[in-house]
């Protein structure tokens, strides 16, 4: 089919408005390119920008500056949400414009005085973005690492590293039922993997003369 959507696909150097009519886009910090003099200064990489960088406003730059400081050095890793404001005018029209609702690496909300026109100003909040929680593991998958480590310990030493792990040691205490008896199992094997054959080591084997005489 002749598909009209690949033709209608703003051309741009950076994420606009219209990238964000779906919903909000929470971005991580990359690196930020500063070229002072040029129509818009900053540019804001980030993770999966396809090279298609955040390049604030000079309002927004305003806002990053007053949550993360001057020093654009310090915002790599540092993540913010973007969100679409139909609100934002150009030349009186209401053309619609980015605007950042949520900042990482700040400690309450802030607010500011941000400039609307030209002698007016209004407050802006910008909220703390919360980091999000690591998913937790499924317990066959913590089972899964433990056997991998102790299928790589090749020695008796080397099992019992393993074995006092904090992994290990904090499986042994949560764990029950069929998970724990799973553990016990993969501890067994490879001690038993491990363990000197005592019949087959001479300095382990109980010797043959106990200090009494034999027959002459």
Known sequence: MNDMRAVIVPKSDQINADDLLA???TITVTKVDIRPGTEQPVSIHFDGDAGKPFKP?????RVMV???GADANQYAGRSM?????????WGGLEVGGIRISHMSHIPAPQIMALTVTKGSKKPFTVQPLKAQAAPKRKVSEILDAIEAQFVGAATREAVDTVLASDDVQKALDVLTNGARDRLNAIIKTATDRTALPIANDPALAPADDDGWPGPA
């Open 23 to 25: 919903g909000p886009m």
């Open 57 to 61: 406003c000079k309002s927004m730059a």
């Open 66 to 68: 007053h949550c993360w």
């Open 81 to 89: 949400t973007l969100y679409c404001d139909p609100k934002v005018k």
